[in-house]
């Protein structure tokens, strides 16, 4: 937690004095090891990052004096398609893409993803969430990335891709693709990563015919929670 | 499991022949769901690169006549120094730089490195090993690679990674490095990557003092499990 998230209903009503219990205070206590009196980094969701000074704090409750100056971080422009991962992938790319500063994240079904993984809590509001902030967190951004679920994959690429992608680079990862992903991207992007075990044909040749071009990062084969960050490192870092 | 990564111990004796039992069966029965006849993709640990031909197949064991034919991939020249992270990120990240084709890897201690994770089973022999071995399987390949240990950060920078790094490009990554991480790296290549919450002062001044250059992958602090791809990428792919 290299910065703390702060929401609205954090602060006391119409004042600059934001008030934490549970996971944070937690943190604050055991790992930053603070006192009253010192400087914490926070930042408001959504707004911007500044410092947050502590005016008390016990075993219940955190309070601090917030003053807010710096804008957030710049976001990736991109949108990241991934094929839904199983449920502890799933976390792990969340929180990679929220702290690599990706704001549009779509989750899909295909064909070689499991059905299961759409019943997984994971997938639950406050299961994203979480995994969002924590990626803010690390990345001391404030910006929460907005994810969209897709249970059926034609429709998705057929009806809903198109309308995203417009105006962009849309790019599909493939290792079998000729060609390689671009390094150094100055425009705004659309990014797809299939499931582990790759695309079926039929989806890569309709990906195609949408627009997307398939591109590799190499020929080796890397599982999605790798995939991700290798692709946006290489196209935006 | 893209590959399956053979060792001289399962080969009948002076035969092409290899016999499987444990996780490596159990993966081509669950996962692959293949039956007698089935070719499989297969690897020799440090060797070459081809087909199994399943010739039996029970709950029991797997046998297979073995071709080898294609040569491993190529291999990233550099080598990848971590400051040792907590034990479930240690495994992510080992399997990750295994995939991505680093073939040395050394682990050494740094202030911000908890003393208990030094006491780790997922340090073991074995349990190193056995990441090692999922990152082949991912990606294809077949030179493991070398892992190697250092628990006193000072007598590592100062007497062994003078020796390591000559000769080739020194990195550290630093988050508040003024230069960025170069892309298309040719030339081999060291890389020190530090723990979460990263360096104290005195070791980036230790690791500058010795050559290395700190560069960023842009201003978001990253988790070690993402900084390594996300500067591997950046780098070489």
Same mark, same amino acid.
């Given at each position: 937690m290299n910065l703390i998230l702060l929401?609205?209903?954090d602060f006391?009503?119409?004042?600059g004095r934001a008030?934490l219990?549970?996971?944070r205070?937690?943190?604050v206590?055991?790992?930053h090891?603070a006192r009253a009196g010192d400087d914490l980094k926070v930042g408001l969701?959504?707004g911007k990052i500044g410092r947050g000074r502590i005016i008390?704090l016990?075993?219940?409750?955190l309070e601090m004096d917030v003053a807010l100056e710096e804008p957030a971080?710049?976001?990736?422009?991109?949108?990241?398609?991934?094929?839904?991962?199983?449920?502890?992938?799933?976390?792990?790319?969340?929180?990679?893409?929220?702290?690599?500063?990706?704001?549009?994240?779509?989750?899909?079904?295909?064909?070689?993803?499991?059905?299961?993984?759409?019943?997984?809590?994971?997938?639950?509001?406050?299961? =994203?969430?979480?995994?969002?902030?924590?990626?803010?967190e690390?990345?001391c951004?404030t910006?929460?990335?907005?994810?969209?679920?897709?249970?059926?994959?034609?429709?998705?690429?057929?009806?809903?891709?198109?309308? =995203?992608?417009?105006?962009?680079?849309?790019?599909?990862?493939?290792?079998?693709?000729?060609?390689?992903?671009?390094?150094?991207?100055?425009?705004?992007?659309?990014?797809? =990563?299939?499931?582990?075990?790759?695309?079926?044909?039929?989806? =890569?040749?309709?990906?195609?015919?949408?627009?997307?071009?398939?591109?590799?990062?190499?020929?080796?084969?890397?599982?999605?929670?790798?995939?991700?960050?290798?692709?946006?490192?290489?196209?935006?870092?």
């Amino acid at each position: 937690m290299n910065l703390i998230l702060l929401f609205k209903e954090d602060f006391v009503n119409g004042t600059g004095r934001a008030r934490l219990q549970g996971r944070r205070l937690e943190h604050v206590l055991r790992v930053h090891r603070a006192r009253a009196g010192d400087d914490l980094k926070v930042g408001l969701c959504g707004g911007k990052i500044g410092r947050g000074r502590i005016i008390l704090l016990s075993e219940q409750c955190l309070e601090m004096d917030v003053a807010l100056e710096e804008p957030a971080p710049p976001i990736l422009p991109v949108t990241l398609a991934v094929a839904l991962p199983r449920p502890a992938m799933l976390k792990r790319v969340l929180s990679c893409a929220s702290a690599m500063g990706v704001k549009k994240i779509l989750l899909f079904h295909s064909s070689r993803v499991e059905k299961s993984f759409w019943r997984s809590p994971a997938l639950s509001r406050g299961a =994203i969430h979480e995994q969002l902030v924590l990626g803010l967190e690390q990345a001391c951004d404030t910006a929460l990335p907005d994810v969209r679920l897709f249970t059926l994959f034609k429709p998705f690429v057929e009806d809903e891709l198109p309308t =995203i992608a417009r105006g962009t680079r849309a790019f599909v990862g493939h290792p079998e693709a000729r060609e390689a992903c671009p390094g150094d991207i100055k425009e705004p992007a659309t990014l797809v =990563i299939g499931p582990e075990g790759g695309f079926v044909p039929f989806e =890569i040749n309709l990906l195609v015919s949408q627009g997307f071009v398939p591109v590799n990062i190499g020929k080796r084969i890397l599982r999605v929670e790798t995939a991700v960050p290798a692709f946006l490192s290489k196209m935006f870092y």
